[in-house]
């Protein structure tokens, strides 16, 4: 009996342990979210601000690996934006996709802009299941 449970619970383990892989595997190789929160500093001009909106639209078109782009201003009645006005998120087909896009030159010069213009930058990143 105690052989019996010993093999049904190592079964159980193996088919556990196997499953967890795979979920995680599946997981690491889904669609690349990276979500970016911009609060600019009160100095920055609306034109600034609509300049930078338009270099981040045209940053999208020229890095290939970027699958998918879009971008909108906080509209929430909630009150928990803290002070972040804009949102950019930026899709990737996968994670290799994320690390071709942070070094490339394009989104070098990207943030060379936008620097002097930011007072907080929030960057979450997610694999989409």
């Known amino acids: 009996m105690k052989m019996k449970s010993f093999f049904l619970v190592g079964t159980l383990g193996f088919w556990l342990c196997l499953w ?6 599946s997981a690491e190789t889904g669609p690349y979210r990276h979500v970016v929160l911009f609060q600019f500093k009160a100095s920055a001009t609306a034109e ?17 690996e970027v699958t998918d782009f879009e971008w909108g201003t906080n509209v929430s009645p909630e009150g928990l934006a803290e002070d972040f006005t804009h949102c950019f998120l930026v899709t990737f087909k ?3 996709g994320l690390e071709a896009y942070l070094p ?17 930058v929030c960057v979450v990143d997610y694999v989409a299941r």
């Open 94 to 96: 996968d994670k290799s």
């Open 20 to 25: 967890g892989m795979t979920s995680f595997a």
């Open 104 to 120: 490339h030159p394009e989104h070098q010069a990207f943030v060379a802009k936008l620097k002097p213009l930011l007072e907080k």
């Open 48 to 64: 600034q601000v609509a300049g930078l909106e338009q270099a981040f639209v045209e940053l999208s078109q020229k890095i290939p």
